[in-house]
């Protein structure tokens, strides 16, 4: 069954075509795409590289395209734009990973999708969707319209689905620890990384959220991890465009995601670029990170 079929007439069809679409665009893109700085900064501060702006600006042609598009927000933009008249809101991590991108690591696309005319108040909860597209040997894409989880992959030019109503495990014995750094002073985290190890738990960590994720989607079972520590003690990763996506896909599946205490999805976005930390796979794997963490 391909993409259009899956879809039939549901009401953001067209949304989840024009998103295809644009991933089709960057798919091509990130084969061919200069990997040298540009010398900008995003709004995170963070250097940008060339395919960082070619897939924003993808992105963006979409939603300025896509007669359901709104309103739109991107990690590489300072505040949220109006790109038309329609009633949804586009949220969305053009390419994640990036700094993986000279070494050829597998790098993604993370969108939210809302039915609203402002991204700050807004929940996790609130979304309508999440889409998120895998820039690897092959090019996929998992995305939720709140219907459970499927994988299209791109064959010759169409998605086609390959995986149906995707299910994680109440537990799993794999873990993609990020920010190890942060063991130098939490040793609560030392204490959880420790128990993997000491419990034999399979390391799986490319230093992608998508595509570290994507394992844990695929293969049914296990946690990421990302923390905060010291002067970032909400961690690295966004809220609105890279956390609370994930979080609506897993909980989709079956699993959990938290920020150590609370749902990712109830945390209210105050502002469009706040960061959380995120424990996100497998519910009792979530939950055992909870239990370490004080
Ligand atoms: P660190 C990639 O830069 C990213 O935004 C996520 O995809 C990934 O999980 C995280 O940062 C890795 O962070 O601190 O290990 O470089």
């Known amino acids: 069954m391909n993409l259009k079929e899956h879809l039939g007439d549901h009401i953001l069809s067209p949304t989840i075509l024009a998103l295809a679409e644009a991933v ?20 995170s ?4 590289i060339a395919i ?10 979409m939603a300025e395209a896509c007669d359901q598009v709104g309103l739109l927000a991107s990690e590489e933009m300072e505040g949220e ?16 990973g990036s700094s993986l991108f000279d070494v050829n690591l597998s790098v993604g696309t993370i969108v939210g999708i809302y039915k609203t005319n402002s991204f700050i108040g807004v929940k996790g909860d609130d979304q309508v969707g999440a889409f998120v597209a895998v820039y690897g040997p092959r090019t996929t894409i998992f995305f939720t319209l709140r219907d459970g989880v499927n994988e299209f992959t791109l064959i010759d030019s169409e998605f086609v689905m390959t995986k149906e109503n995707i299910k994680v495990a109440e537990e799993g014995k794999m873990f993609a620890p990020g920010n190890l750094r942060a063991c130098s002073e939490r040793k609560d985290y030392l204490k959880l990384v420790n128990y993997w190890c000491e419990n034999q738990y399979r390391l799986r960590y490319s230093g992608g959220m998508v595509p570290d994720i994507n394992h844990i989607l695929i293969k049914g079972m296990g946690v990421f991890a990302y923390p905060g520590y010291g002067d970032q003690p909400n961690g690295k990763l966004r809220l609105l465009y890279e956390c609370a996506p994930m979080a609506l896909l ?45």
């Open 52 to 61: 960082d702006v070619q897939a924003d600006e993808i992105l963006r042609k």
């Open 250 to 294: 897993m909980e989709e599946a079956g699993g959990s995601a938290s920020d150590g205490q609370n749902r990712v999805l109830e945390i209210v976005v105050k502002d469009l670029h706040q960061r959380t930390p995120i424990f996100v796979g497998s519910k009792m794997e979530v939950q055992r990170c909870k239990d370490f963490l004080a």
């Open 45 to 48: 501060g963070e250097e940008q």
């Open 24 to 43: 089709k665009g960057i798919s091509q893109a990130v084969k061919t795409a200069d990997m040298g700085k540009v010398g900008t900064m995003n709004s």
């Open 81 to 96: 734009d109006k790109v038309g008249e329609g009633e949804y809101a586009i949220c969305h991590d053009p390419l994640d």
